[in-house]
């Protein structure tokens, strides 16, 4: 048995689309278990790059079963493009994708709010990526939230509907001074995606567990990562579902003994989008040449990424908060050319050391990075095939972010293409 989750480690954007895509090779099923179409997976497959917001980084390999959790939140229109743009290209099949019924829906409604809500936080705002991502979970724990079972049965989708839009229309107008919506249009416009969609609604918890029982390996695919958990990120400069590796289980309908082995995914430097504290984040010359070099830019929106040193505070975070049993480390070809390597070991804030990562937001936002100095290499790493053959500074970066973090290095990525990768050891085996 190897059922194995992959979650981020940092603030989201540390890789993850890479590795699912590298492992699903060794895996049966490949199951998203929260977020949305906030998330922005990159794979580049012989040259091809492909970005996938909602399905599964598994639908490249052919003959792996695709499953969209509960705990994922979906905007139907975007599974829509995501689907015909696949179909187009020749890399999806109908038997292969599966959405849980208990998985709920982005309406347009929160859409709207999430952009209305932004605009009046002014200097409070979040940077959220506009795609309605907290709204919906909010829908969801207010228990007014709209299901993809409900969109398969169009009664009680009316019926949810109108109940929904009494409130969301009212918010729109009394708080907002904007227009709401008429329950026909959206109901109109849904009843076409049920048309779409229905075909891969099912119990999804029930077929995983099966799949299981069968022996069948599962890869649990995170998105964003652990800084942006809403209960062990950087709170609320956070994304609204728990993006730790518990997530897996609440958000798949799996049991937690079912879980094997957790690999976190980290880049070889950090990088942040929207708003919130980044105690190492760098705003000068070599910021900026992180960003160009690591072709920092949001693969959902386009925003320029904060870029910064590695913290290994945030490292050993992530470890205890999703119980690392390993970990990759992406992007270590992009330091290449750095006359000096910083590692952040800890944070001073009005004379205090905090070697954990601090809750209070004053802390956090006034934290001094405490750092390592290392020496860099110049050499160009992008076709180096094995551990041994990396230059003697860069085997010695990792080995310290491994002494830091107290997890070891399973993985490292040195492009954006598969066979960019040097595999030290594989947790499927
Ligand atoms: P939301 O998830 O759109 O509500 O955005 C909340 C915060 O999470 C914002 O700071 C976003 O920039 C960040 N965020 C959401 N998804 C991702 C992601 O996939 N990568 C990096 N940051 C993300």
Not at 106 to 126: F, L, N, V
Not at 165 to 179: A, D, G, R, T, Y
Request: a neutral charge; aromatic letters at 8%.
């Amino acid at each position: 048995m190897s059922n194995i989750v992959i979650v981020g480690a940092q603030w989201g954007d540390e890789g993850k689309g890479k590795i699912v895509d590298m492992f699903t090779e060794y895996a049966d099923l490949i199951v998203r278990f929260q977020g949305g179409n906030n998330a922005g997976h990159t794979i580049v497959v012989d040259g091809e790059k492909t970005v996938l917001h909602l399905i599964p980084s598994g639908i490249l390999h052919p003959n792996k079963k695709c499953i969209i959790g509960n705990g994922v939140v979906v905007d139907p229109e975007v599974l829509i493009e995501e689907i015909d743009a696949l179909k187009k290209r020749g890399r999806f099949d109908d038997e292969r994708l599966l959405i849980s019924e208990d998985a709920h829906m982005i309406m347009p409604y929160h859409k709207k709010i999430d952009a209305a809500m932004e605009s009046i936080r002014g200097t409070r705002k979040i940077g959220t990526t506009g795609r309605g991502i907290g709204p919906a979970y909010e829908d969801k724990t207010a228990r007014t939230g709209l299901r993809f079972a409900d969109l398969i049965d169009e009664k009680v989708f009316r019926e949810k509907l109108k109940f929904a839009l009494m409130e969301k229309n009212h918010i729109l107008s009394s708080l907002f001074h904007q227009s709401g919506f008429e329950v026909h249009d959206i109901y109109e416009q849904y009843m076409q995606y049920a048309e779409r969609l229905g075909r891969y609604v099912a119990n999804t918890s029930i077929y995983i567990n099966d799949e299981i029982k069968k022996g069948k390996k599962v890869m649990f695919e995170g998105a964003q990562g652990t800084l942006l958990d809403v209960d062990h990120g950087t709170y609320p400069y956070v994304t609204s579902s728990n993006t730790v590796a518990g997530g897996a289980c609440c958000g798949a309908g799996v049991g937690p003994t079912h879980i094997d082995k957790v690999i976190g995914i980290s880049k070889a430097y950090t990088t942040r989008v929207g708003e919130g504290p980044f105690p190492t984040e760098l705003t000068d010359m070599t910021g900026d040449w992180l960003r160009e070099k690591g072709q920092e830019f949001g693969a959902t929106t386009g925003r320029p990424r904060r870029c910064g040193w590695f913290d290994a505070v945030v490292l050993r975070h992530a470890a205890r908060v999703n119980g690392l049993s390993g970990m990759a480390i992406t992007k270590l070809d992009i330091l290449s050319g750095l006359s000096k390597i910083k590692i952040c070991t800890g944070y001073r804030f009005e004379g205090k050391i905090y070697n954990e990562f601090p809750s209070n937001p004053r802390v956090l936002n006034g934290a001094e990075p405490l750092y390592e100095e290392m020496d860099g290499w110049v050499e160009d790493l992008s076709s180096v095939k094995d551990i041994d053959s990396l230059p003697y500074n860069a085997k010695k970066y990792l080995k310290r972010i491994e002494e830091l973090s107290g997890v070891e290095t399973t993985l490292v990525s040195v492009g954006m293409e598969r066979d960019q990768t040097i595999l030290i050891k594989n947790p499927f085996r």
